[in-house]
């Protein structure tokens, strides 16, 4: 029998999940503020997130958990019978994607613009920033 499983993998900025989504290639769907969409997973059940995530038959639902952070959920079994992605293969993807928007998006905001961008061959990104000071 499947149920949902609640990762560990904890983010705290909701635009930088969306733009990871986006560069995985995947269709979620937000709820408007103050509501909350349904996630599926087996045998109709159902939970109410944040965001849900589409894997086909099943969805991953982006959750906020009560301190702030959004975490992520879904009957995994059934995305990986469905989908062919594990727990672990999704959180890895979304947790490299996600803290590059998060890090250059901070980056931006503190007046940093991006300068070069190299994938290395173990699979992390080097970024390399600068800022222009007028004196």
């Known amino acids: 029998m499947s149920h949902f499983t609640k990762c560990a993998l904890k983010m705290t900025n909701l635009a930088a999940i ?3 989504l986006e560069d995985m290639q995947l269709k979620f769907t937000e709820a408007e503020e103050g509501q909350s969409v349904s996630v ?3 045998r109709g059940d159902k939970l109410q997130a944040a965001m849900s995530i589409d894997m086909g038959r099943y969805d991953i639902g ?3 958990n009560e301190d702030g952070t959004f975490g992520v959920t879904a009957d995994w079994w059934g995305v990986e019978t469905t989908k062919g992605v594990s727990e672990a293969e999704f959180q890895d993807q ?3 994607k996600y803290q590059y928007h998060n890090v250059k998006q901070a980056c931006e905001e ?3 613009a ?3 961008e190299v994938n290395e061959e173990d699979g992390s990104i080097r970024l390399v ?5 007028s004196e």
Request: charged share 35%; glycine share 8%; no cysteine.
């Open 18 to 20: 969306k733009k990871a």
């Open 40 to 42: 599926r997973g087996y």
């Open 62 to 64: 982006v959750i906020q």
């Open 94 to 96: 979304l947790a490299q």
């Open 110 to 112: 503190k007046g940093y």
């Open 114 to 116: 991006v300068e070069e």
């Open 129 to 133: 920033v600068r800022k222009w000071v």
